[in-house]
């Protein structure tokens, strides 16, 4: 069942788009993976190697590099 919560206007004719089904939910996705790739994962890869130089540390070894 099409939506005009947020309507859209074709350009030529004027009129009012719907949004179908599905076009929502992928829009939220979109932007939980923006999230997750902008935000979380720089966090946990950050995690990941500050473990990993710690474990090279206390080997004796150079860092890795980020």
């Not at 790739?37 to 990993?52: G, K, N, V």
Request: overall charge negative; aromatic content about 6%; charged content about 25%.
């Amino acid at each position: 069942m099409p939506s005009t919560a947020h309507p859209l206007s074709d350009v030529t004719s004027l009129q009012i788009i719907d949004v179908e089904q599905g076009e929502s939910e992928w829009c939220l996705e979109l932007v939980e993976r923006l999230f997750d790739h902008y935000y979380i994962r720089p966090a946990m890869d950050e995690s990941r190697l500050a473990e990993l130089n710690e474990k090279l540390t206390q080997a004796g070894k150079p860092l890795a590099k980020s």
